[in-house]
C-alpha cells in the first residue's frame, strides 16, 4: 500500500509538471493574448452588434512559426452556437486564424435566447506533441434595438363617470405591454397620447427586463364634463414606444375609447338673487302672480337635467303668511291662496325663502320679495 501512494504522488506531480510546461509554452505564442489559464488562450473580441453585417471581420488570431502544428476545432457543448453564427478560416501557412460572421445574429441576445457570448475554441498541438494550447474566443455581444414594444391588444375601452377625480387610477383600464430585446434602454417603456387626449399612464418608464409583461394603469389629466361635452364618446391614440437609440426607438400603436358618463353633479341655480311680485289688492286673484325680473324657476346644469322640486319658506318669524302664499312643486309658479286682512299691511312687504332641490339633494336658495298693497288710509 505504501507503494501504492508513492506512486499516486508521482503521477500528480508529473501532471501538474506537465501542466506548468504546456502552460509556459502556450504563454505568448498568439496575439491578440488577453489572459492565458493554465494552457488555454483567452482571445477576447470586442463587443459584436447583433445586427453586425454577415461575412464582417471580427477578429484575427495569429501565431508563431515552428512551433505548432495544424490546430483541430473543439466541439463542445459551449461552442455549438458560435458554430452556428460565426465563420473561422484557418490559414495554416499565413499563421492565422480569422473569425467573421456566418448568419445574421439578428435576435440573439433576445428573449428567449438571451446569448451574451459566442464563442469558438481550437486546439494547437505542439509540432513535438510535447504540450498542446487551446485558444478560446470569446466575442461579446451587444443587444442593439431589434425588437418592438407589443400590447396585448389594439384596442380598449372604458366607462369613467363625469366626476371622477384625477388624481386616482382609473379602474378596469390596464394594458399589458412586452417588448423582448435582451438591455435596457432598449426595453424600457413609455406610452405617449396624441393632443386632447385626457388621460395618461402612471409612470413615466416601465421596465421589461426579462421579457416582463408591464401592466399599464392610466389616471386622468382634466376634469371631465359631460354636460358640455359634443360628443361623451372619446377616441385616444397611443403610441407604446421603447427607449432604445441604436438603431433608433421602435414603436406600436393602440387606441383607447373612454366613453364619459353623466353624473348630476351640476346644482340648481337661479338666474337672480332675488325676485319679486306686487299685489295690487287684498282678494286673491285668479291664477298665478307675475314674477319680475324673470320667471321664478332654477336651472340645472346636468344632461339630462335633474328633476328639480320647489319649496317657500316666509322669512320672518311669522309664519302665519304660509296660509295665503304657495309655490306649485314643479313649476314654481307663486299663487295667493287666500284674501289678505288689513291687519297684515303693516309692512311694506313679506319676503319669501325659495328653496330649489335636484334629484340629487343639491340646493340653491332665492328670496321672493312679494310686495304688500298700500294700507288704507282713515281720514
Known amino acids: 500500500m505504501p507503494g501504492v501512494h508513492r506512486g499516486l504522488l508521482l503521477l500528480a506531480a508529473l501532471l501538474l509538471a506537465t501542466s506548468d510546461e504546456a502552460e509556459e509554452s502556450c504563454k505568448g505564442l498568439f496575439s491578440p493574448e488577453t489572459s492565458l489559464i493554465g494552457n488555454i488562450v483567452v482571445i477576447k473580441a470586442e463587443y459584436t452588434g447583433e445586427l453586425t453585417s454577415v461575412n464582417e471581420l471580427l477578429l484575427t488570431v495569429t501565431w508563431k ?5 495544424e490546430p483541430d476545432q473543439n466541439t463542445g457543448t459551449d461552442t455549438i452556437q458560435g458554430r452556428e453564427y460565426l465563420q473561422p478560416t484557418v490559414d495554416f501557412d499565413g499563421l492565422s486564424l480569422t473569425t467573421t460572421v ?3 445574429m439578428r435576435g440573439l441576445p433576445d428573449f428567449p435566447t438571451n446569448v451574451t457570448d459566442l464563442v469558438l475554441q481550437y486546439d494547437f498541438p505542439a509540432l513535438d506533441d510535447s504540450f498542446v494550447c487551446t485558444i478560446r474566443m470569446i466575442f461579446p455581444l451587444e443587444d442593439q434595438n431589434t425588437q418592438s414594444p407589443s400590447t396585448n391588444s389594439d384596442t380598449y375601452s372604458v366607462s369613467v363617470r363625469e366626476d371622477f ?3 386616482l387610477t382609473i379602474p378596469n383600464l390596464q394594458v399589458q405591454a412586452t417588448d423582448y430585446d435582451g438591455s435596457a434602454p432598449n426595453n424600457e417603456l413609455s406610452v405617449s397620447f396624441e393632443d386632447g387626449c385626457p388621460i395618461k399612464a402612471e409612470e413615466d418608464t416601465y421596465d421589461a427586463a426579462g421579457a416582463a409583461t408591464v ?17 361623451p364618446t372619446l377616441e385616444c391614440q397611443a403610441t407604446l414606444s421603447d427607449h432604445g437609440t441604436d438603431p433608433k426607438g421602435l414603436s406600436s400603436t393602440f ?16 338666474e337672480e338673487p332675488i325676485y319679486s311680485t306686487v299685489l295690487e289688492q287684498l282678494e286673491a286673484p285668479d291664477g298665478v302672480l307675475e314674477i319680475t325680473p324673470s320667471a321664478l ?24 303668511w304660509e296660509k295665503y302664499f304657495s309655490i306649485d312643486e314643479q313649476t314654481a ?16 312687504s313679506v319676503n319669501f325663502v325659495v328653496t330649489a332641490t335636484d334629484s340629487s339633494g343639491d340646493i ?5 320679495e312679494i310686495v304688500l298693497p298700500p294700507a288704507p288710509t282713515t281720514t
Do not use: C, H, R
Not at 339 to 346: H, S, V, Y
Open 102 to 104: 456566418k448568419k445574421s
Open 215 to 231: 401592466v399599464i394603469t392610466f389616471s386622468l389629466t382634466q376634469d371631465l364634463d359631460y354636460d358640455v361635452m359634443d360628443n
Open 333 to 348: 309658479e307663486v299663487s295667493q291662496t287666500k284674501d289678505l286682512t288689513e291687519d297684515l299691511l303693516t309692512d311694506y
Open 364 to 368: 340653491d336658495t332665492t328670496i321672493l
Open 297 to 320: 324657476l332654477a336651472v340645472d346644469g346636468d344632461v339630462p337635467p335633474d328633476s328639480i322640486t320647489y319649496t317657500m319658506l316666509p322669512n320672518t318669524p311669522d309664519d302665519s
Open 65 to 69: 512559426d515552428n512551433i505548432l502544428g
Open 165 to 167: 377625480p384625477k388624481q
Open 255 to 270: 387606441s383607447i375609447t373612454i366613453n364619459v358618463e353623466s353624473f348630476p353633479d351640476e346644482m340648481p341655480v337661479f
